[in-house]
């Protein structure tokens, strides 16, 4: 809170551009002020009142466009250029005109739209090339030069301050884009496993109601009990996402291998038959590891109440020295299982869970296999590796 509020003073990136465009302008117009022959001056300095104000004219159109110049660079520059020529053709000061001009120069690479920034490109060329060519005319004369080639430096600055901002744009929109694919992932993974339960849980009490009440209130209570929980793991997703001091939402670790045992608990009170393997010492992992290995199984428990929940399902944990295996497989539902008698109505979902745990695994150097067997069951399986 005291570093936010430390910072505050600092004003926004909007609000620096348009202190540092009206700097700008306020300079080439101080600048550009000694040049007027203003009507005190003394005799022979001063000139008539059409002049003063042609010369004040010329003051302002090189320098007020710069106000406006992130959005309309090329007026800017073509202004200040006409600005320099009438100077130099009138045989006065063209150094704040010739300021103006590099300015100018430098925005249209900086600022300019696609067609604006190639015409720099090929202008910064000709200024490369016109310098060179004065060079060699003028046996080494860098007076001569030396214009063009601040020209050049201008337009080329103004061109690595645009690839600058594509490039700082670009990761943003990376970084964005990876954001929002992680929290999809969570949401998914967490949301479609407790509504896949919760959905067979309500058809196991719709059934239940016809015959046996008290199973169906004990149904309805697992149901209760499997709500609360997602909301819970909802609410540390948000508050994680969020990071906000200001909200009071449970921040609890992401889970791990340790949680598993609930996890399967909760499987087999919504219907699934559900037996675990572990081979090899039971070892500490990274969290993002544990993390992604809790996912797998969770996932493969999803896909298995939504497609196979008569089925029993396997999960086999294997420790080895480089890394963690995981498999999760289901067998074939019986026959008579999810037919219009049986009055089981099937739980469909898309594939994203399947995708999330892809990306999951490939960020962390391993990978994810899911697919029917020949059977007719369903395996997932996964190689995290681990780095010692």
Do not use: C, K
């Not at 003073?9 to 022959?37: K, N």
């Not at 309309?72 to 103006?100: D, E």
């Not at 490109?121 to 001569?144: E, P």
């Not at 026959?335 to 109505?345: D, F, K, L, M, N």
């Amino acid at each position: 809170m005291e570093a936010s509020r430390a910072a505050g003073w600092w004003p926004g990136p909007d609000r620096r551009a348009r202190i540092t465009d009206r700097l700008l302008a306020a300079g080439l117009l101080a600048w550009a002020a000694p040049d007027v022959p203003w009507w005190w001056r003394p005799p022979g300095h001063g000139a008539a009142t059409p002049a003063v104000l042609g010369y004040v004219v010329l003051m302002l159109a090189q320098s007020l466009p710069f106000l406006w110049w992130r959005r309309v660079p090329l007026p800017a520059a073509v202004l200040a250029a006409a600005v320099l020529a009438v100077r130099t053709g009138l045989a006065q000061n063209p150094y704040s005109a010739s300021a103006a001009t590099a300015a100018g120069a430098f925005g249209l690479g900086a600022w300019g739209g696609r067609r604006t920034r190639l015409a720099a490109r090929v202008l910064t060329g000709a200024a490369v090339a016109g310098a060179a060519i004065v060079l060699l005319t003028s046996h080494g004369s860098r007076a001569h030069a030396l214009p063009l080639a601040l020209l050049a430096t201008a337009l080329g600055l103004g061109e690595v301050t645009a690839a600058n901002r594509d490039a700082a744009t670009a990761s943003a929109r990376l970084a964005h884009d990876a954001e929002r694919s992680r929290f999809a992932r969570e949401l998914h993974d967490v949301i479609s496993h407790q509504l896949s339960a919760i959905a067979v849980q309500a058809g196991a009490a719709r059934l239940a109601s016809q015959q046996d009440p008290a199973v169906a209130v004990r149904t309805v209570g697992g149901i209760e009990d499997i709500a609360r929980h997602g909301l819970t793991e909802l609410n540390r997703i948000v508050g994680a996402m969020r990071r906000d001091e200001g909200e009071h939402l449970d921040r609890r670790p992401q889970p791990r291998l340790d949680d598993l045992p609930d996890l399967l608990d909760g499987a087999r009170a919504a219907g699934l038959t559900v037996r675990l393997a572990v081979a090899g010492p039971s070892q500490p992992l990274p969290a993002a590891v544990e993390l992604a290995a809790y996912r797998v199984v969770q996932e493969g428990l999803t896909n298995a109440l939504r497609y196979a929940r008569s089925a029993p399902v396997s999960v086999a944990l294997s420790y080895l020295d480089d890394g963690l295996g995981l498999m999760v497989e289901n067998d074939p539902p019986p026959p008579e299982a999810g037919t219009p008698g049986h009055g089981e109505r099937p739980v469909r979902g898309g594939a994203r869970g399947l995708r999330g745990l892809a990306e999951r695994a490939q960020m962390l150097g391993g990978s994810v296999q899911a697919g029917p067997r020949p059977d007719g069951g369903f395996a997932v399986r996964a190689w995290l590796p681990v780095s010692r």
